[in-house]
């Protein structure tokens, strides 16, 4: 069966500092990956999607960035973290955006 | 470009009155829609979605959607709400071309009282 991984659970970070969260999916090839950012009022905001190794769709211009090195795995990134970037992420994946599994999801607090 | 629409941030009813639940989308390319539902301190589960066929979709614990091509619509309603009800809903549309991009509304939260 497909299992989805993301870590960590939970980070508290100081403006400045670099950010890398890891997602994995395991049980299946190829998938779709992405990466929201959850927050009261604003539902989940697609941050960015990739269909394949090296292949990276930006969705909102910002701190932050992505990159999928390998098929199953899929990491998000910030040289300098902001008080903004704090928020609730979650990674999913898709075959065929017919269904999509989420991870557990980090809530991420910038101090 | 995409977008989903949902108007209600937040729906108050009585337990076992009925609800529906608005999502609009606007999409240059053909998409599936999905309404995924994420209780309390919970992650997000699917509730439903339409792919093809039936424009009308049923879930297992009495919620439908019906899709609706001329509005653009694909609300969601439930004839008697119980408690346990009690969530914040997301409508979702993925697109059928090669960019599997899938993007959500701001959620709707219902919000069942005794």
């Known amino acids: 069966s497909q299992t989805i991984h993301q870590w960590p659970a939970t980070l508290v970070q100081p403006v400045g500092s670099p950010l890398s969260l890891e997602c994995t999916v395991e049980?299946?090839?190829?998938?779709?990956l992405y990466w929201y950012r959850q927050a009261a009022g604003r539902g989940l905001q697609l941050l960015f999607y990739s269909v394949g190794i090296g292949q990276i769709s930006s969705e909102v211009p910002q701190n932050l960035s992505a990159s999928r090195p390998q098929d199953r795995q899929f990491i998000l990134s910030s040289k300098k973290l902001l008080l903004s970037d704090s928020g609730f992420y979650l990674c999913?994946?898709?075959?065929?955006?017919?269904?999509?599994?989420f991870g557990q999801g980090t809530r991420l607090t910038v101090v | 470009a995409q977008s989903v629409t949902q108007l209600d941030s937040q729906v108050p009813v009585f337990e076992e009155a009925p609800v529906e639940l608005r999502c609009n989308y606007s999409s240059s390319v053909s998409v599936y829609l999905f309404w995924y539902v994420q209780y309390p301190n919970q992650g997000l589960q699917l509730l439903l979605k339409y792919l093809s066929g039936s424009t009308l979709v049923e879930s297992i614990n009495g919620f439908e959607a019906e899709f609706n091509k001329s509005q653009t619509s694909f609300h969601l309603r439930k004839p008697s709400v119980h408690i346990s009800d009690t969530a914040e809903y997301f409508c979702a549309v993925g697109s059928m071309d090669s960019s599997y991009k899938l993007i959500f509304g701001s959620g709707t939260r219902l919000l069942v009282r005794p």
């Open positions: 049980g299946t090839s190829n998938p779709n």
């Open positions: 999913a994946w898709t075959i065929e955006v017919t269904e999509a599994f």
